[in-house]
């Protein structure tokens, strides 16, 4: 019943930045924790950040901490990726996620997905 759309992506060059948008429908959205995970090419899905239902706690993987910023706005529900400073490294597809709890520290407790949008960043 719950769907997420992600929207944002492209291709930039290291130093750009991207901010990646998901819209939520289907209910509830303000009481749900939300994160961000991405997948590259070759590689498993892994953790980037996450924010509790409130937006008063958010946490980040290490190699994105001082460059990326993760909000939402539960008036609109839309979650946010902000991404600065970006590096080849971080290209992959980028999914949200929403919790089955309104703060989530195990990705098994996302439940519902985006499709996913690409970041491409080159060099």
Known sequence: QAQLVESGGGLVQVGGSLRLSC???G?????YGMGWFRRAPGKEREFVAAINYSALRTTYVDSV?????????????TL?????????EDTAEYYCARAVTNWATKVSDYRTWGQ????????
């Open 65 to 77: 901490k001082g460059r990326f910023t993760i909000s939402r706005d539960n008036a609109k529900n």
């Open 116 to 123: 996913g949008i690409q970041v491409t960043v080159s060099s």
């Open 80 to 88: 946010y990726l902000q991404m600065n400073n970006l590096k080849t």
């Open 27 to 31: 209910g509830a959205f303000s009481r």
């Open 23 to 25: 819209v939520a429908s």
